[in-house]
């Protein structure tokens, strides 16, 4: 859990710094780090589990990856939350601009493409957004990582 909050931390001052700089992620284009930050830390907490605990089984690497993926999870989710409530406050107010004005130049009422942008773009659905999908990802990292500990990896481990 500690290297999982070590991780989500780190990937939280990688966004703030590159929001001070004037270079803040659009969209899914962080979204690569999050992949990257999930496999290593799946990937350690098995090595370290297989460390520990030499009889370690499948079942128990894949909890124990999955755990710490949702730890990262969590804290990742709380703080994207609390960055576009607070931080980067209008971006989403610009999105829905956007999405509105490509919609009436493609001849869609505006009064019908307003409400339905702005109940979709919200600080909370972005974040549950990708709360499950960082889920998700973090349960697919543990099923592979944990099967490659599990077959591969535990002879290498001292």
Known sequence: MFLATLVA?????????????????EGTDFLIVHFFALVTIVFFTDQRLLKTD?????????????????????????FIWIYYAAVESHYFEHKVNTMVAKGVAEGQPENVIRPRMERFFTPFNYTTITFFTMLIAGAFNALLLGALHHKMLRRFTR
């Open 9 to 25: 931390l780190a990937v939280c001052a990688l966004r703030m710094i590159l929001f001070y700089l004037g270079r803040p992620p």
């Open 54 to 78: 030499k009889a370690a089984g499948f079942p128990d690497l894949m909890r124990e990856g999955f755990k710490s993926a949702a730890v990262y999870a969590l804290i990742v989710a709380l």
